[in-house]
């Protein structure tokens, strides 16, 4: 049997790149549910044939590129574990920009009704629910499969005040007041969307221009009689402009600010309507 240390030796051998070593860590880590720190102090210890079965074939995995976090199963977002499976996107933490700013607007109001449109794992909704405790968010997906794996991550005791809804955008609350609408939808143009093989297509593929799901959340915002108070929008590399021209457009007298990522590029729009 391998001992703990050749096996992680092995294994960063094969995979070769400036962090298989933590990688490694990471994957034999969630095989013995050891920590780090008990890992390192049991190097000369023998893995035992079930588990060293399943390191090697999770190393298969991760060599043919599947994402680390889709083979443990699990994501940290805005200092939050979530569960996450490939059913849902893995979160960004460019996302993070979206909720820090929505938390920032939700303070100002005493019990902020929040929609998260697109709500995937519910990283979103969760942290919002989380740090706004007199909020109420209200979680909407297309996917029944995210809807699942976001209930399973709002289980915890402080985020009784999330529901969640499967909803074509907003098409399944007509009637429902919102202070924020907050929307990480689909954006990846359709033919750049198809080299990711991991995650869902329903949560990558914009259409042509990546724009699909943006333009149509806007027109379905524009015709309801109570619009929210405020709009925040995640978007890819290049359609600010885009994203820009159509909120002014949509909603005469809105204004929108543009936040950037780490990178730094435009990446969040925030309307006020
Ligand atoms: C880019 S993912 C974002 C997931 C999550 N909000 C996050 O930031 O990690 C987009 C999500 O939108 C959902 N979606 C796609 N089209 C939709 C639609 N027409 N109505 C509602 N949700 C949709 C997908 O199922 C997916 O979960």
């Known amino acids: 049997m391998p ?18 070593r933590s990688d490694t860590e ?5 095989v013995t549910g050891l920590s780090r720190t008990e890992l390192l102090l049991k190097l ?52 993070e920009i979206m909720v820090e700013k929505a938390i920032e607007i939700g303070k100002r109001y005493p019990t902020p009704i929040i ?3 697109g709500s995937g794992s519910g990283a979103v909704a969760v942290t919002l629910a989380k740090h706004l405790p007199q909020s109420r968010v209200i979680a909407l997906d297309v996917s029944t499969a995210a809807l699942e794996i976001a209930r399973r991550n709002a289980a915890r005791p402080e985020c009784t005040n999330i529901e969640f809804i499967k909803s074509d955008l907003l098409g399944a609350v007509p009637d429902r007041h919102f202070d924020i609408i907050c929307a990480n939808l689909p954006y990846v143009p359709s033919a750049e969307s198809q ?7 329903l949560a990558l593929d914009g259409g042509p221009d990546g724009l699909n799901a943006i333009h149509r959340l806007i027109r379905q915002m524009s015709s309801r009689e109570d ?9 890819g590399t290049g359609q600010a402009p885009a994203v820009k021209s159509i909120l002014d457009k949509t909603f005469p007298g ?3 600010e543009i936040l950037r990522d780490f990178i730094p590029l435009d990446r969040i729009s925030v309307t006020k309507l």
Do not use: C
């Open 3 to 20: 001992t703990i240390g050749s096996a992680l030796d092995r294994a960063s051998a094969r995979l070769n790149g400036h962090s298989a």
């Open 26 to 30: 990471v994957l034999l880590r969630h």
């Open 44 to 95: 000369d210890r023998e893995l035992d044939q079930e588990s060293s079965t399943t390191y090697y074939q999770l190393i298969d995995r991760f060599e043919a590129g599947e994402p680390l976090q889709y083979l443990t199963g699990h994501m940290e977002f805005y200092g939050l574990d979530f569960y996450v499976n490939r059913s849902v996107l893995i979160p960004r933490p460019e996302t």
């Open 115 to 117: 929609a998260d449109v």
């Open 195 to 201: 080299s990711n093989r991991f995650e869902p297509q």
């Open 227 to 235: 619009k929210p108070e405020w709009l925040l929008l995640e978007f």
């Open 254 to 256: 809105s204004q929108t």
